[in-house]
């Protein structure tokens, strides 16, 4: 069985440890061993904020290691962008030569998801934001930088797993 980095704000959910199960018995069910990277207790010599920090740094940077794969929730998070650390999680895949796929919630391009979604972050006619800030156009569902290096799905986590079978089945 091959084992699979669950990247994603999952973690933030009011329900983190629910969801994760749902999510590694889906990937289960597809004959992957997902890895949810939640962590619901800390050693408790680790009192102070930034060796907590620090802590789930090396233990997620690990988890990736570990796995095979990385599939990555890169939906919009608190705005019109994905999540940060998901971001980091999905580059440090790719510089170690691992699979990602990613997904997303609705199809379109970066700027139209932004425009459908966020339509109160964008100016009149539609390519700047309400900074006067470009709208990325490259018909990729994501910023470049996201969008090249990883596949990307749309749907959910059962998308994402459909199409690492597709893209990297020869190579899993």
């Not at 999952?10 to 329900?15: A, K, L």
Request: with cysteine; charged share 20%; hydrophobic share 45%.
């Amino acid at each position: 069985m091959h084992r699979l980095y669950l990247a994603g704000p999952d973690v933030f959910r009011p329900d983190p440890l629910e969801h994760g199960r749902r999510l590694t018995a889906l990937c289960a069910a597809h004959g992957f061993e997902g890895i949810f990277p939640y962590t619901a207790q800390l050693p408790a010599h680790l009192q102070a904020p930034r060796e907590q920090a620090e802590h789930i740094y090396r233990i997620n940077i690990a988890h990736i290691e570990a796995c095979d794969a990385v599939l990555a929730n890169l939906d919009f998070f608190r705005g019109p962008e994905p999540d940060s650390g998901t971001c980091f999680e999905v580059g440090y895949a790719v510089a170690r030569g691992k699979p990602v796929v990613g997904y997303v919630a609705e199809a379109g391009s970066f700027a139209q998801r932004i425009r459908q979604r966020y339509p109160h972050a964008v100016a009149p006619g539609g390519t700047v934001d309400t900074s006067g800030w470009s709208l990325e156009e490259f018909g990729l569902p994501l910023n470049l930088m996201l969008a090249v290096p990883a596949r990307i799905a749309v749907g959910g986590l059962e998308a994402a797993l459909a199409m690492l079978r597709q893209e990297y089945g020869r190579v899993l």
